[in-house]
């Protein structure tokens, strides 16, 4: 069975600041992984996504995330954040043989001036 | 190309109402599913199908109804609306062996 858990409910950056957003993931099979990021009242968009290829992903708006198959992490990075990054983040695991997409609870990140 | 088309975008409804919430598809994708959003709980699985015909239920399916009679569109029924069936409503799309799955704008439904 596959799961996935943010570890971070929230996360408050200043601008121009790291962003750092943790995600673990439990899978029997390789996963395929991925991060969403969902600005309010508006639908989901894919950040980046992992699929057994390069271990590090890079995404859309200057994101990255890194695959650890020993760590079972993919964390989300950005090296400076932006007040347009102020949203909330999903990690996704797709489990392997059903195709079903299993979410994390989601990290709301704050971006302060 | 408009790719995943839910509607309504905001509906409210009574206690024991039904309704039908519409998606559709142009990318011929085979598999679909629909999610309810809800704070603090990420996207639950409601229901999904592999292609046409085919349906099964997903991690919250309790109150909904689903149907896939042709490829674009998977409409999602509820059949005596709850408040607990307060939430988003995001549908779904992608290739079987696609990585890349789309999702639709939201259906932001209250049940009062």
């Known amino acids: 069975a596959q799961s996935v858990t943010q570890l971070d409910s929230h996360v408050s950056v200043s601008e121009g600041t790291p962003v750092l957003l943790r995600c673990n993931y439990s899978s029997s099979y390789s996963p395929s992984l991925f991060w969403y990021v969902q600005h309010p009242n508006k639908g989901l968009q894919l950040l980046l996504k992992?699929?057994?290829?390069?271990?590090l992903v890079k995404g859309i708006n200057g994101f990255e995330a890194e695959f650890k198959k020993s760590e079972t992490s993919f964390h989300l990075t950005k090296p400076s954040a932006h007040m347009s990054d102020a949203a909330e983040y999903f990690c996704?695991?797709?489990?392997?043989?059903?195709?079903?997409?299993?979410f994390g609870q989601g990290t709301t990140l704050q971006v302060k001036p | 190309n408009a790719g995943v088309t839910q509607t309504p975008k905001f509906q409210v409804l009574k206690t024991g109402q039904s309704m039908t919430l519409q998606c559709a598809q142009d990318m011929n994708h085979e598999y679909m599913s629909w999610y309810r959003q809800d704070p603090g709980m990420g996207l639950r699985l409601i229901h999904y199908?592999?292609?046409?015909?085919?349906?099964d239920q997903g991690e919250v399916p309790n109150g909904y109804n689903v149907s896939r009679s042709t490829t674009e569109d998977f409409p999602l029924r509820l059949l005596s609306a709850a408040p607990s069936q307060t939430s988003v409503y995001f549908c779904?799309?992608?290739?079987?062996?696609?990585?890349?799955?789309?999702f639709g704008e939201g259906s932001w439904l209250t049940v009062v």
């Open positions: 199908s592999v292609g046409a015909g085919i349906t």
């Open positions: 996704v695991v797709r489990g392997s043989n059903t195709g079903k997409l299993i």
């Open positions: 992992y699929t057994s290829a390069a271990t």
């Open positions: 779904a799309s992608r290739y079987t062996e696609g990585n890349t799955i789309y």
